[in-house]
Structure formats: C-alpha cells, structure tokens
C-alpha cells in the first residue's frame, strides 16, 4: 500500500496538483485497504494537527517576518552590509552572503531571501559585470544560510515532527550558519579575484560610516539577539517568541522606522495569509500519510536495511545525508522534513545521533536542494528573476556547491559545531 501512495503521489505532483492534496492522496491507500486503520483516523489526524500548541510558531514568525520586510529593514540591511563588505573584491557578491546571514533573523526562509536578493542585488551584479551563473549561484546559496538563523521555519517545523525542543534547534542552527558565510565569503573573495570583479567600494570604511549604518540596522539586528537572551533565560517559548515578534515587528514599523501605513498593514495580511496558508495546508495533509508510513513499519525497513549492509553510526548518518541532498533536488524543504523526519529520526537516534544535530543538517541539506537541478524551487526562482539559464547557472554554482558540501561534512563529523551552543545555553 505505501509504494501504491507513492506512485499515486508522484503521479499527482506530474499532473500539477498543488502538493498539499497530493500528499492526501497518497495517504489514500493504506487507509482505504483495512490493513492499517479506518479513514476516521485519518480525519483524526488531519483535525488534531490544528490542535498543536508548538506548531503555533509558523504562522507567527511568517507574520512578523513580512511585518519587518515592509519596514524598510531591508534596505537598511543592504546599506549595513555593504560599508562592513563592500570593500572586498566581489563586493557586491560579498554583501549578497552577508546578507543573508542578517536577513535570516528577519525572514527566516530561504526562498524567499533568494527572491528578496534576486530583486535587490541581482541586477546590480550583472550590471557591475558578474556574469549571470556567478549572481544566480551567490545569491542562491547564500540564501542557505537564512535557514539556519532563529527563527528558521524548517527547524521549527522539524521540531514539531520529531518532538525535539524548537528552542534548541533554533539556537543550534547559529554557529553552523556562522561557517557557512565564512566558507561562502571565502570562496567569493578568490572566485572575484580570479574573475576580476571589483568591490563595490574603493576604500575602507570609516568608523563613522560603520556606527551611521549600525544605528539604521539597529532594530532589526537586536530581533534576533532577543529570541537568543529570551530562550536562554526561559522567558519565552518558540511560539511565544513567535507571537513577541509580531508586536516588536509592529512597533519597529509604526513607531521607529515609520514606514508601515494601514495600505502596508493590509498588503502584509493578505502576503501572510498566502504563506500562512500553503506552509499550513502541506503540514495538516502530510499528517495521515506520516501515520501511514510509521504504522507500516517503514523506519524499521529502512533500518534493516542499514544493518544488512552493517553501517555503522557515522556512515549511516552519512548515508541519509546523501539520500537526502537526492531528496532536496526533487522536492521542496518542508515537505521533504515532514515526510522523510519519521522516516529517518527512529534509525539514527538509535544509533545514538542528537536529534538536535540531526535537524539542523536535514533542514540545510534539504534547503540546499532547492538549489539543485532537476527542480530546485530556489533555483528556478533566481534564474527566472535574474533571466539566468538553467544550465549556465548549474555549471557556474557547482563550486558553491562543492563548498556547501564540505561544509556539511565538517558539521556532520563534528557534531560540537552544532550542539555547543544550544547546549550551552539551554540545560
């Protein structure tokens, strides 16, 4: 019955079907053959995951994050990054990896950073004479790094699934998003000194430029600096925190920044409730089928299988990693969390494998994938805006590939990289 879901799901998602209902529809089998359960606990499940206190933290943070995007932050950002990188060669790539590490605080998606970027810096590299690969590629695989900052809602999400402490996980994902913009800056320094693009400023910047445009950044920079002393503390939860950061965003908008009208407020409801409601959907209607694959005993196939091949910890956790970076080329992060989380969480916690770790590198592998061909979403969106061939952009990002890989495999072999902070923070 789980392979006649499968083929059923991949069959929906070629004609077109939004996702949500394709995962409903894969589910249909193993509760329609009186194998498993009656489909009265598959509307169980869908109505019950509505009920979650912890999942409450999606809608909040997408809110705040589209609140703190109309506010002007944004830009304030650019200009911030700009005087602390502009300087280097590449400069204008530089900023666009800088950035991202600064917006994850804000927008807490990948996808839409690219966008964001695509929009803001994109043309402006092209202009200067970045080819067209070279834009795509930074401005695609530094959005990575968004996924890793609080409040990051693949981890959040993840969180959820796997029953694992959304507090730690967004705490662990900072040094790894630390890594990952140095290894990205380093590697666009060489890349821009070997191509021969110019920084986006001649001269180093001066104090004064750097405290004028660390005071225009102010509010937004100590947003995630909050969410870090409010966890540490026990002052707040994930959702709580996600419920403080609509009022903070309001405030900054109206009252600091002054750039949020009522016209704004209204534009960002009805954004919010789009993004709201496609996060949302795919989260209530992946909960059958979750159940399906767990009560067919799918993790403990899957183990078997490891043990059939006698894996031992560290080659099966580097065994999924790479199922999962096939996994991200073909599908979209968070659903790829929710359906593959019940899958592979049981195998490897046995093993002895922190959740805590295992999180933070699914939901970076995952968002990576998006940047992938066959159908990497963030790919597509970045080419599109950036008018970027598919292929130009594959051959001209593979060594941001490369580079993210060795990344992953330093976090992978050095859990501390991960686990320190958050086990530092919250005991």
């Given at each position: 019955?789980?392979?006649?879901?499968?083929?059923?799901?991949?069959?929906?998602?070629?004609?077109?079907?939004?996702?949500?209902?394709?995962?409903?529809?894969?589910?249909?089998?193993?509760?329609?053959?009186?194998?498993?359960?009656?489909?009265?606990?598959?509307?169980?499940?869908?109505?019950?995951?509505?009920?979650?206190?912890?999942?409450?933290?999606?809608?909040?943070?997408?809110?705040?994050?589209?609140?703190?995007?109309?506010?002007?932050?944004?830009?304030?950002?650019?200009?911030?990054?700009?005087?602390?990188?502009?300087?280097?060669?590449?400069?204008?790539?530089?900023?666009?990896?800088?950035?991202?590490?600064?917006?994850?605080?804000?927008?807490?998606?990948?996808?839409?950073?690219?966008?964001?970027?695509?929009?803001?810096?994109?043309?402006?590299?092209?202009?200067?004479?970045?080819?067209?690969?070279?834009?795509?590629?930074?401005?695609?695989?530094?959005?990575?790094?968004?996924?890793?900052?609080?409040?990051?809602?693949?981890?959040?999400?993840?969180?959820?699934?796997?029953?694992?402490?959304?507090?730690?996980?967004?705490?662990?994902?900072?040094?790894?998003?630390?890594?990952?913009?140095?290894?990205?800056?380093?590697?666009?320094?060489?890349?821009?000194?070997?191509?021969?693009?110019?920084?986006?400023?001649?001269?180093?910047?001066?104090?004064?430029?750097?405290?004028?445009?660390?005071?225009?950044?102010?509010?937004?920079?100590?947003?995630?600096?909050?969410?870090?002393?409010?966890?540490?503390?026990?002052?707040?939860?994930?959702?709580?925190?996600?419920?403080?950061?609509?009022?903070?965003?309001?405030?900054?908008?109206?009252?600091?920044h002054r750039e949020?009208?009522?016209?704004?407020?209204?534009?960002?409801?009805?954004?919010?409730?789009?993004?709201?409601?496609?996060?949302?959907?795919?989260?209530?209607?992946?909960?059958?089928?979750?159940?399906?694959?767990?009560?067919?005993?799918?993790?403990?196939?899957?183990?078997?299988?490891?043990?059939?091949?006698?894996?031992?910890?560290?080659?099966?956790?580097?065994?999924?990693?790479?199922?999962?970076?096939?996994?991200?080329?073909?599908?979209?992060?968070?659903?790829?969390?929710?359906?593959?989380?019940?899958?592979?969480?049981?195998?490897?916690?046995?093993?002895?494998?922190?959740?805590?770790?295992?999180?933070?590198?699914?939901?970076?592998?995952?968002?990576?994938?998006?940047?992938?061909?066959?159908?990497?979403?963030?790919?597509?969106?970045?080419?599109?805006?950036?008018?970027?061939?598919?292929?130009?952009?594959?051959?001209?990002s593979l060594p941001?590939?490369?580079?993210?890989?060795?990344?992953?495999?330093?976090?992978?072999?050095?859990?501390?990289?991960i686990l320190w902070?958050?086990?530092?923070?919250?005991?």
């Open positions: 019955m789980i392979l006649l879901g499968v083929a059923l799901f991949l069959l929906a998602v070629a004609i077109g079907l939004p996702i949500a209902f394709s995962l409903l529809l894969a589910a249909v089998p193993a509760f329609l053959s009186g194998e498993y359960l009656p489909v009265s606990i598959a509307v169980q499940k869908l109505v019950g995951v509505t009920q979650i206190y912890s999942l409450l933290a999606v809608p909040f943070f997408v809110f705040a994050g589209n609140i703190m995007a109309a506010s002007g932050i944004a830009t304030r950002l650019v200009n911030f990054s700009n005087v602390l990188v502009g300087w280097m060669a590449g400069g204008l790539a530089q900023v666009s990896v800088v950035l991202s590490l600064l917006m994850g605080g804000i927008s807490g998606s990948a996808v839409a950073d690219a966008a964001m970027q695509s929009r803001l810096l994109g043309p402006a590299m092209i202009d200067e004479g970045y080819s067209k690969g070279f834009a795509a590629g930074v401005v695609a695989y530094s959005s990575i790094i968004t996924s890793t900052i609080p409040p990051s809602i693949g981890l959040i999400v993840f969180g959820f699934i796997a029953n694992v402490s959304i507090g730690k996980l967004l705490l662990a994902g900072i040094v790894p998003g630390i890594i990952l913009t140095a290894a990205l800056m380093i590697y666009t320094f060489l890349a821009a000194r070997h191509h021969g693009y110019a920084a986006a400023r001649e001269t180093l910047p001066t104090r004064h430029e750097v405290w004028t445009a660390f005071q225009s950044a102010f509010w937004a920079l100590l947003f995630p600096v909050l969410l870090l002393v409010g966890f540490r503390f026990g002052f707040v939860t994930a959702t709580e925190a996600g419920a403080c950061a609509i009022f903070y965003s309001l405030f900054v908008g109206v009252a600091i949020l009208t009522w016209k704004t407020i209204g534009e960002v409801i009805s954004k919010s409730l789009g993004d709201i409601g496609m996060i949302m959907l795919i989260i209530i209607m992946v909960a059958p089928l979750s159940h399906a694959i767990v009560l067919a005993n799918a993790p403990q196939a899957i183990e078997g299988l490891f043990n059939a091949i006698s894996a031992g910890p560290t080659a099966t956790l580097l065994l999924v990693l790479a199922f999962l970076v096939l996994a991200g080329a073909f599908m979209e992060a968070t659903v790829n969390v929710l359906l593959l989380t019940p899958l592979f969480m049981p195998i490897l916690v046995a093993q002895g494998l922190d959740p805590v770790q295992f999180g933070v590198l699914m939901v970076v592998i995952l968002t990576m994938g998006s940047n992938t061909p066959p159908f990497g979403v963030t790919m597509f969106t970045v080419c599109g805006m950036l008018k970027c061939g598919i292929w130009q952009y594959a051959r001209e941001f590939l490369l580079v993210m890989l060795s990344v992953f495999l330093l976090l992978a072999l050095v859990p501390e990289l902070l958050p086990n530092s923070v919250i005991h």
